[in-house]
């Protein structure tokens, strides 16, 4: 009988490092224009508080450093994902795929964060060194 096994090689756990780094970099990056009067002044007028804008770019912030580090990936990655759920329905209403208004971006960055959901942290991170965290907050 032939047996079938997941192989994992150090290419593998460098991709999966890298994807989580790359999105991670992305969302740091994304944060820094939130800090700023003029997404408040956006906020507010779509019909949300403006104070708002500090606590997403918090979010986008932290759960993208923390991503980087590999520190509890998938509590960071879920709750970005529901960020850029937010985002696709409330601010830009899935009006359209691509162009102006599109969400393509933020459903790919959604679907990378579900992969990353699922994945976890992998092997070249803090949560896989440290080995007492439990699986659930990885």
């Known amino acids: 009988m032939v047996e079938a096994t997941l192989r994992t090689h150090r ?11 790359v999105v ?3 969302f740091i990056v994304h ?6 009067s003029g997404f408040g ?5 779509i019909g949300l508080p403006a104070e708002m804008g500090i606590l997403i770019g918090l979010l986008e912030l932290i759960g993208g ?6 520190v509890l990936t998938r509590i960071s990655s879920s709750l970005i994902a529901i960020d850029m759920l937010g ?12 162009g102006m208004g ?6 790919l960055s959604f ?22 965290i439990p699986r659930l907050l990885q």
């Not at 593998?12 to 989580?20: A, E, K, N, Q």
């Not at 002044?41 to 007028?45: H, T, Y």
């Not at 599109?102 to 459903?107: A, K």
């Open 11 to 21: 290419l593998h756990d460098l991709s999966h490092f890298g994807l989580r780094v």
């Open 24 to 26: 991670g970099v992305f």
């Open 31 to 36: 944060s820094q224009m939130k800090f700023g």
């Open 41 to 45: 002044g956006f906020l507010a007028s």
């Open 65 to 70: 450093s923390l991503l980087v580090v590999g």
């Open 87 to 98: 985002a696709i329905v409330y601010v830009k209403k899935a009006r359209a795929f691509s």
């Open 102 to 107: 599109g969400v393509e971006l933020e459903l």
């Open 111 to 132: 679907i990378i964060l579900l992969t990353i959901i699922v994945l976890g942290p992998g092997r070249i991170s803090i949560s896989h060194v440290i080995k007492k």
